[in-house]
């Protein structure tokens, strides 16, 4: 989701409207201390808007207004004649005044007794639950979007600059957004028509794509995922609105008395219909909180117009600005449905006033709305085909028929100046560079090859000293049905070459039937995972890290060769059903031991495993959102559970296979949204292998000595600190996106984030598997050479870590800690990871 803002943000990093009135400028009291959250509204109108924490406002209309309102609870209200129809950078000075009729307030912070709003936003969270399309059992409406992204603060010194330099022609696109005042250049937009079917009874929900049209970036799958995840859906009515992974909590919530101020500041008819008006703003700052004002039906208690505004403070990167407006339409006197969806956000690299940024502006319309006409359960369990050809090639003419909002001037020249820009030599430069940043690949298109991913390219380690790698797959488009990926790689200690290949083919869209097959010959540090898979192109941990905090010789030479079928027979549900034949052996036979108990070798020992494996595996992902409909598909949201159920089993003789057993592993994580109080993940793995073993097929408890915090791993145990054939573990970890740190005067400007985590295992392992296992353990520290020594079978072991996120905003440092267990050889009592990742 997040690599197309990246990707943007880099072009950017290298580098008059049709409105009847437009007024702009800053508020004031008379000690010249700016006015935050004032009213500013054309008079007799209800069109207005709130002005910033720095007293900043921006106000446009269609119409023609000669007089402009500001007004603050106390302050005496204020009315400005207006001489032109563009008056820019006013200066209001608000006097100390009479307080609003009816409303014994004061400014500031608002009180939560006697106040008249509070009494309106009680009679809401009562009505809520029969307001919309809640109030019947089912409903179908027609959905138009309109999803638009534009460079912002277009200046003569951009529209000069060597970067656009040979593009000048963009410029004739520019206009002015009705929102902020600033100036804008279109870059993409994207239209879809979709057919919406809804039950209450089952809480089922069905939206059918009709058409949709690209422009621009549109064969880009990163900008498409990062679309349908930032304009997911979301109802005013919820006590938390989700944008950018993060929970804002709604005005119209059951805690925002705890969280906003609100003022009855109006009452005035809206299509025969009496409304108030309130206005909310933050109580404290850097917390995840919006401005704005509401009005609301005075008998149904409907929300009929609101606006929301994300606080400037808000604990969020990458984000300058969230603008949301909706508008609902009267069906009958009881019945208020939502018409007009509007949302803009203002990507930038800081929150500067006069930064370059990106605005991402969606528009959504509904209509034809249809009640209470059942359909059977099986109409939402069908999947309509996704990927089909004649929805994205539509005609001008069933464009004209469908849509709700015609396209405006600008709307209607982007297509054809974006069209043109993709010719431009410079241009395409431009995009390729920020596309092989977001991506991690360069793109070959005359060759239908992408190279990567380079990232990869420089690695070390104690086994293979300086590690070089170099990959490629084939790509021909999003939707390839088939895909061929490799690479090689050569260790400079070592003098050996290695190398991955694998392919994919897609035989049946419908059911999503793929049948894979790869061979993989590498370095590899196997027990960095309790749940195993056989990827063959997996990450390989032997090249992962640079730094580290212990030595990296505990390194294993694999051949591995799988060949597999999988399929989706329903949706999220994915089989799979695959084999696996590998061989092993240390990578280090100074330091590391394989070697295990063969009564049937000569010395009676052996170093190399030879192993056949057939496995089953299911995995569920209900609520996973995905896009592509080839081989390959990208998930563009990430809070949905996985379950994963794996059982593997290996067959003594097949293709010289050493040893017969069975494995069972279970695989649980889910993500959880505190409300406003940050999120927490939690993963639990569960398993147990039947049989007796040699170690590179037992289950090694995941350590991590590398100085990067590592997912799903333990940061302070050494690799191979614990074995064992049974096991279960439980990882927590909470981010509480600064709801601690804002509280604090010191830190509040800092936008830190705190995040705590704990981590525990407990393992055993059987007399059997280690009497097989005494040559390879005697290289390892165990305490002792007995399943006390070798599994944490008496108590789990447990580690905990606090950290700090968001630091510059890229960088998390987490401190760690051991729990137990402290007195093992060699063992890590505190230790300190980082990870840079961007987050919004």
Not at 157 to 179: N, P, V, Y
Not at 182 to 210: H, M
Not at 347 to 358: D, I, P, Q, R, Y
Not at 487 to 505: C, E, L, P, T
């Amino acid at each position: 989701m997040k690599t197309t803002v990246y990707c943007f943000l880099a072009i950017l990093f290298c580098y008059t409207g049709f409105a009847q009135t437009k007024v702009s400028g800053v508020i004031k009291d008379s000690s010249g201390e700016p006015v935050p959250f004032a009213n500013v509204v054309f008079k007799n109108s209800i069109e207005g808007t709130i002005s910033n924490e720095d007293g900043r406002f921006y106000l446009e209309s269609d119409k023609t207004y000669k007089t402009v309102v500001f007004s603050f609870v106390g302050y005496a209200t204020k009315e400005v004649t207006l001489t032109k129809k563009v008056t820019y950078k006013m200066e209001i000075t608000l006097e100390e005044g009479e307080k609003l009729k009816a409303v014994v307030l004061v400014s500031g912070k608002q009180p939560k007794k006697n106040n008249p709003a509070i009494d309106i936003l009680r009679k809401i969270w009562k009505r809520k639950r029969f307001n919309g399309v809640r109030q019947f059992k089912q409903y179908a409406y027609d959905k138009y979007e309109k999803v638009e992204f534009d460079l912002n603060t277009i200046d003569s010194a951009m529209m000069k600059s060597r970067l656009f330099r040979g593009m000048e022609f963009i410029f004739k696109e520019i206009d002015t957004s009705s929102i902020t005042g600033k100036t804008y250049l279109p870059i993409f937009i994207n239209e879809a028509v979709s057919k919406v079917y809804g039950d209450n009874d089952r809480n089922k929900q069905k939206e059918d794509l009709i058409g949709n049209k690209n422009s621009g970036f549109s064969s880009n799958e990163t900008i498409t995922s990062f679309i349908k995840d930032l304009y997911a859906d979301y109802d005013i009515y919820d006590n938390y609105l989700k944008f950018f992974d993060k929970s804002f909590t709604s005005p119209l919530s059951r805690t925002g008395i705890n969280t906003y101020n609100y003022v009855l500041a109006d009452t005035a008819y809206i299509d025969d219909k009496l409304c108030y008006n309130i206005i909310y703003y933050p109580r404290r700052k850097n917390e995840l909180t919006f401005k704005g004002d509401f009005w609301v039906n005075d008998s149904t208690f409907a929300i009929k117009k609101i606006n929301l505004r994300a606080s400037k403070s808000a604990n969020i990167n990458w984000v300058k600005e969230i603008y949301i407006e909706q508008e609902f339409e009267v069906l009958n006197d009881s019945v208020f449905l939502l018409k007009r969806d509007y949302m803009l956000s203002d990507f930038a690299l800081n929150k500067k006033e006069k930064s370059k940024g990106v605005y991402g502006k969606r528009t959504t319309l509904y209509d034809n709305y249809v009640f209470d006409e059942e359909k059977p359960a099986k109409f939402y369990a069908e999947e309509i085909n996704p990927f089909n050809e004649e929805i994205y090639e539509r005609s001008d003419e069933f464009w004209a028929e469908n849509r709700m909002e015609k396209l405006n001037k600008d709307e209607k020249g982007v297509y054809k100046m974006l069209d043109t820009l993709k010719t431009v030599p410079k241009f395409k430069r431009l995009y390729n560079l920020a596309s092989i940043l977001a991506s991690g690949y360069v793109e070959f298109d005359k060759y239908n090859i992408d190279y990567g991913p380079i990232f990869s390219t420089f690695g070390f380690n104690d086994v293979e000293g300086i590690r070089v790698r170099a990959g490629g797959r084939t790509y021909f488009g999003p939707n390839d049905k088939w895909r061929i990926e490799g690479y090689g790689a050569y260790g400079f200690k070592d003098n050996r070459f290695k190398y991955g290949i694998s392919g994919k083919w897609l035989l049946d869209p419908k059911n999503r039937l793929i049948v894979s097959a790869g061979n993989r010959r590498d370095v590899e540090q196997t027990g960095v995972s309790l749940t195993v898979n056989d990827n063959v192109l997996g990450r390989s941990f032997a090249s992962s890290a640079l730094f580290a905090s212990g030595n990296s010789d505990r390194l294993t030479n694999i051949n591995l060769s799988t060949l597999a079928v999988e399929m989706e027979p329903w949706k999220n549900i994915t089989m799979r059903l695959g084999s696996s034949y590998k061989t092993m052996r240390s990578a280090s036979p100074e330091t590391f031991s394989l070697s295990y108990i063969d009564p049937q070798s000569s010395t009676g020992i052996n170093d190399r495993l030879v192993q056949s494996e057939v496995n089953f595996s299911i995995d569920m992902t209900p609520g996973r959102k995905t896009i592509r409909h080839g081989v390959e598909r990208k998930v563009v949201n990430d809070d949905f559970p996985r379950i994963y159920l794996n059982y593997s089993r290996g067959v003594e003789g097949l293709l010289n296979s050493d040893f017969n057993y069975s494995r069972v592993q279970l695989f649980y994580r889910q993500p959880f949204q505190v409300g406003g109080f940050g999120r927490t993940f939690t993963t639990f793995e569960a398993g147990k292998t039947f049989g007796t073993v040699p170690l590179s097929l037992l289950n090694v408890v995941p350590g991590n000595q590398a100085y990067f915090s590592i997912h799903n791993t333990f940061s302070q145990l050494n690799f191979y600190e614990f074995v064992t054939d049974t096991y279960a573990s439980l990882h927590i970890e909470h981010n509480f996106n600064g709801r601690i740190f804002s509280r604090i005067p010191l830190l509040r400007k800092l936008n830190l984030r705190e995040i705590v985590g704990i981590r525990g295992v407990w393992g055993q392992i059987s007399d059997d598997n280690v009497a097989i296992n005494v040559p390879a353990f005697q290289s390892l520290p165990f305490r002792s050479i007995t399943p006390n020594g070798i599994a944490p079978n008496k108590e789990i072991y447990w580690e905990y870590s606090l950290g700090i996120g968001n630091i510059f905003k890229v960088f998390r440092i987490d401190f760690n800690f051991r729990g137990n267990y402290k007195n093992n050889i060699d063992a890590r009592q505190f230790g300190v990871t980082g990870a840079f990742g961007f987050h919004f």
